[in-house]
Each structure stands twice: as structure tokens, then as C-alpha cells.
């Protein structure tokens, strides 16, 4: 007599978590994507480049420490330099980042 009980309540308690299953896979599937690449600077350079724009384009913070800056100078320009197949273009302009970033003169800015 307990077992259709049991079979009663156990057919229940499965109709139950399908549906939570259910509705936790649509849920799942309706998520925005987020991708998983860090995003770059996808805006064009502005006449007269400024910190924000430096600190962008090398991928660090506004405040950061010099060595910080170096490295990821480096990074940059690793993936971009002209001999690698890199334009000279960007090169210029990595360049003149980590000049701002660093402090350095702004008297001489990019050649193009």
C-alpha cells in the first residue's frame, strides 16, 4: 500500500527537477555572450594623443608604475613591430604611448 505511495511521490519529485532542469538550460542558453579575449582599443587616435588614450593603447592603467609601462610596451610592440610585418604607422604610435605614459618629452610626437 506504501508503494504506490512511494512511485507516486518519486514520479512527482523527477517531474519537478526536470522542469528546474529545464528551465536552468534555458536560462543557460539565453545568457549573453561574453567573450573570452580581452577586448583592445577599437577607436581611431585622436589628434593630439593624451594619457587616457597612451594608457589604452598599451593596455595598462592611467596611474601605473614605469616598469609596468615598459613591459607591456613591450608586449605591444612585439605583436606590432614593422620588421615582424607590423605597421610603421603603429609602431609610431606605441611609441609615443609610453613616452606620454612615462612622462617624457611630448615635443617630438608622432611622425605621421
Do not use: C
Amino acid at each position: 500500500m506504501a508503494t504506490p505511495m512511494i512511485a507516486g511521490a518519486t514520479v512527482a519529485a523527477a517531474a519537478i527537477a526536470g522542469r528546474y532542469g529545464i528551465l536552468a538550460w534555458q536560462a543557460f542558453k539565453a545568457r549573453p555572450i561574453v567573450p573570452r579575449m580581452r577586448k583592445f582599443y577599437e577607436g581611431g587616435f585622436q589628434a593630439a594623443m593624451t594619457r587616457r588614450e597612451a594608457a589604452l593603447i598599451l593596455g595598462v592603467r592611467e596611474r601605473v608604475v614605469a616598469e609596468k609601462v615598459k613591459e607591456a610596451h613591450r608586449r605591444v610592440m612585439v605583436a606590432n613591430h614593422p620588421d615582424a610585418g607590423g605597421s610603421h604607422y603603429l609602431a609610431s604610435k606605441i611609441n609615443e604611448a609610453k613616452d606620454i605614459m612615462l612622462g617624457k618629452s611630448n615635443d617630438s610626437a608622432s611622425a605621421f
